[in-house]
């Protein structure tokens, strides 16, 4: 299928000043390299850990940050080349969903009017009314009730106040949400419902979800197929099945690992990931994996692995899988 987002060799890299008046001394490779397609109505997951560069990835390619260099082409358009004007129409079919459903949405504000903004900016509906009606059926959309409009974001519980956030990035009816942690900061039930919700809209509007997670435990259901980021570069993607039960990546066998099993008769070996993850600002030579590897063999410390499609769709940077010969993507 083709596809709605295709991003191509993305890069961010932040300067390093050690004070207001001095030159860059060093710089952070938040993302370094990332190329993502996601087909219309899919949702792809992308996941690691804190500083591997998700979050940045997910901002640039909603403008929200200026990459370094790369591609974002949404439905055939070039993103990054378009001007300010351009880019906010375009904002109409790319919407974005934060973490903190407390900090994203403004206190100040009731949520009728925080809903009905984006149809406000976009000039959506004839008249006020016919906006109103519009935030009446968006709020019942996402199972709130349309009488609650008038309150404010802290009146809702945080399932509540994300459901208001879904709400708002559903009002202009986008192709693609970028959704952000969506469910780290709720509760685990609370966490099913609003991916039970997210499912309902992908199949009701067939809207494409790219879905940023530190968790692949929170991603098993949704995701169609997921991206595994280490230290600002793809480490492996493939579909959900495969990921799930035939991770290749060490990386992506010790994320897994780290899940925890409800049955503790289940026994399960655990590859515990030693340490922390290195500073982007000085990632390691050859495989940036290398320092926390349980199966490092001589080439890693030296040379870079390239991601090689290992099965077809199933793509791995590890020299463990030198790949049939494929070039580079995913
Ligand atoms: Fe581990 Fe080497 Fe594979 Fe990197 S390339 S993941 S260090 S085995």
């Given at each position: 299928?083709?596809?709605?987002?295709?991003?191509?060799?993305?890069?961010?890299?932040?300067?390093?000043?050690?004070?207001?008046?001095?030159?860059?001394?060093?710089?952070?490779?938040?993302?370094?390299?990332?190329?993502?397609?996601?087909?219309?109505?899919?949702?792809?997951?992308?996941?690691?850990?804190?500083?591997?560069?998700?979050?940045?990835?997910?901002?640039?390619?909603?403008?929200?940050?200026?990459?370094?260099?790369?591609?974002?082409?949404?439905?055939?358009?070039?993103?990054?080349?378009?001007?300010?004007?351009?880019?906010?129409?375009?904002?109409?079919?790319?919407?974005?969903?934060?973490?903190?459903?407390?900090?994203?949405l403004n206190p100040r504000m009731?949520?009728?009017?925080?809903?009905?903004?984006?149809?406000?900016?976009?000039?959506?509906?004839?008249?006020?009314?016919?906006?109103?009606?519009?935030?009446?059926?968006?709020?019942?959309?996402?199972?709130?009730?349309?009488?609650?409009?008038?309150?404010y974001p802290h009146?809702?519980?945080?399932?509540?106040?994300?459901?208001?956030?879904?709400?708002?990035?559903?009002?202009?009816?986008?192709?693609?949400?970028?959704?952000?942690?969506?469910?780290?900061?709720?509760?685990?039930?609370?966490?099913?419902?609003?991916?039970?919700?997210?499912?309902?809209?992908?199949?009701?509007?067939?809207?494409?979800?790219?879905?940023?997670?530190?968790?692949?435990?929170?991603?098993?259901?949704?995701?169609?197929?997921?991206?595994?980021?280490?230290?600002?570069?793809?480490?492996?993607?493939?579909?959900?099945?495969?990921?799930?039960?035939?991770?290749?990546?060490?990386?992506?066998?010790?994320?897994?690992?780290?899940?925890?099993?409800?049955?503790?008769?289940?026994?399960?070996?655990?590859?515990?990931?030693?340490?922390?993850?290195?500073?982007?600002?000085?990632?390691?030579?050859?495989?940036?994996?290398?320092?926390?590897?349980?199966?490092?063999?001589?080439?890693?410390?030296?040379?870079?692995?390239?991601?090689?499609?290992?099965?077809?769709?199933?793509?791995?940077?590890?020299?463990?899988?030198?790949?049939?010969?494929?070039?580079?993507?995913?």
């Open positions: 299928m083709s596809a709605l987002l295709e991003v191509g060799d993305l890069k961010k890299h932040f300067p390093i000043r050690r004070g207001m008046l001095s030159g860059v001394s060093g710089w952070v490779r938040a993302v370094d390299g990332v190329s993502l397609r996601i087909a219309p109505g899919e949702t792809l997951a992308l996941v690691g850990e804190s500083g591997s560069g998700k979050t940045t990835t997910g901002r640039c390619i909603l403008r929200l940050l200026e990459p370094t260099s790369g591609s974002v082409v949404f439905d055939g358009v070039d993103l990054l080349a378009l001007k300010p004007r351009a880019m906010r129409r375009m904002r109409r079919q790319v919407q974005v969903i934060f973490q903190d459903p407390y900090g994203s009731r949520v009728g009017t925080i809903v009905r903004e984006p149809l406000d900016i976009h000039r959506i509906g004839a008249s006020r009314r016919e906006r109103d009606d519009m935030v009446a059926a968006l709020l019942r959309r996402v199972g709130l009730d349309p009488s609650m409009k008038d309150r009146e809702f519980s945080g399932g509540q106040r994300q459901r208001i956030g879904v709400a708002r990035a559903l009002a202009l009816k986008p192709r693609l949400i970028v959704a952000d942690e969506p469910v780290s900061a709720l509760d685990v039930s609370v966490q099913a419902q609003v991916i039970n919700l997210l499912m309902d809209l992908q199949d009701e509007f067939g809207i494409a979800y790219l879905f940023i997670a530190h968790d692949l435990a929170v991603v098993e259901r949704i995701a169609d197929r997921v991206a595994v980021m280490y230290l600002g570069r793809i480490a492996e993607v493939g579909t959900r099945e495969e990921i799930f039960r035939n991770p290749l990546h060490p990386y992506t066998r010790a994320l897994l690992q780290a899940i925890p099993i409800p049955d503790p008769t289940r026994a399960r070996e655990r590859a515990v990931l030693r340490g922390d993850p290195p500073s982007p600002a000085q990632p390691p030579p050859g495989c940036r994996f290398h320092t926390r590897c349980p199966s490092v063999i001589e080439a890693c410390p030296r040379v870079e692995p390239p991601l090689l499609e290992v099965t077809p769709g199933h793509w791995v940077a590890c020299h463990l899988y030198p790949g049939p010969g494929g070039a580079s993507g995913g």
